[in-house]
């Protein structure tokens, strides 16, 4: 397994404004960076866990709640508790109950938007806003919670406020080998100081760990053209040419399930549509 360290800006000493041209920058090169010294820490060093209870004291949160600090999406191992008071929450995750927040919009249906939601937070931070922002989430979690690794179809700015995080990075092109058998390729283990802002592009594997107590805000942006995005809550939908094109591939692979089983593997072959994709199709008839 090949270990990669992953590059540092340290935007005081390059004299780097983060603007949309820096920005696009980044996208292009389409590798995690972090950003340091993002002048993001003279009002956060505060954010001690009784004047976050005081700053959010009106807070009502969604939140996961569960018993096991490594949250896994796929085995549900959390539940979600609704309109659960900031100060228990935070007394809570302070305690090191497994509680965590990824900060829902003001209504269900509405997009996390971190300066609307807790102005009296966002008013303590210098946050950098692409231009074609989708969404500002903030994220709260006791000492070692284990968010599941996943990815992401939008790209990414994770902004470390309060704690240390820990996080691992897989390259999209190493996808195929994250569930067979573990043996990745290329593997980059960071951890993230109150300060850093990692860029995680879009269809980066990530999952974090907290080392302790943790404030961060992600900010979901766009990078491809605005007509590729469908409604997406969460920053994960496929992009639209994708649904469009798993709808083909069902067709073909109905298409070609009217032949017998050589012609079939034959012709699967000879069109690159994987066993992977024919198993699926099996398994949601
Ligand atoms: O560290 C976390 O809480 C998860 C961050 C994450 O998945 C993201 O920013 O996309
Ligand atoms: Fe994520």
Redesign the pocket.
Do not use: C, P, Q
């Given at each position: 397994m090949k270990s990669v360290r992953i590059r540092r800006i340290n935007l005081q000493q390059k004299q780097i404004n983060i603007n949309d041209e820096f920005i696009s920058s980044l996208v292009e090169e389409g590798q995690p960076v972090i950003l340091e010294n993002t002048e993001n820490l003279d009002m956060t060093e505060n954010w001690k866990v009784e004047n976050l209870c005081e700053k959010m004291k009106d807070c009502n949160l969604s939140i996961h709640k569960g018993g096991n600090l490594t949250l896994d999406f796929r085995t549900k191992n959390f539940e979600y508790a609704n309109k659960y008071p900031a100060g228990d929450f935070l007394r809570e995750v302070a305690s090191g109950k497994v509680r965590?927040l990824?900060s829902t919009g003001a209504r269900r249906k509405d997009l996390p938007d971190f300066e609307k939601d807790y102005p009296s937070l966002s008013s303590d931070l210098n946050l950098f806003k692409p231009e074609r922002t989708h969404s500002q989430?903030l994220?709260i979690?006791p000492k070692d919670l284990e968010?599941w690794l996943?990815y992401?179809t939008l790209d990414?700015f994770?902004t470390q406020t309060v704690g240390e995080?820990e996080?691992l990075l897989f390259n999209p092109k190493d996808a195929a080998n994250l569930y067979l058998d573990g043996d990745k390729s290329e593997c980059i283990g960071e951890v993230l100081k109150p300060g850093d802002v990692l860029f995680?592009p879009a269809l980066w594997f990530?999952c974090?760990k907290?080392n302790n107590f943790?404030v961060?805000i992600?900010t979901?942006f766009k990078s491809l053209p605005d007509k590729m995005y469908g409604k997406d809550l969460y920053?994960n939908r496929d992009p639209l040419p994708v649904e469009d094109a798993a709808k083909h591939l069902q067709k073909a692979i109905i298409a070609l399930k009217q032949l017998p089983p050589t012609y079939q593997h034959f012709y699967f072959h000879k069109l690159g549509i994987s066993a992977a994709c024919l198993s699926d199709n099996n398994n949601s008839k």
């Open positions: 965590y990824r989430i994220r979690s968010i996943h992401d990414n994770l995080k996080v995680i990530h974090t907290a943790s961060s992600n979901f920053g």
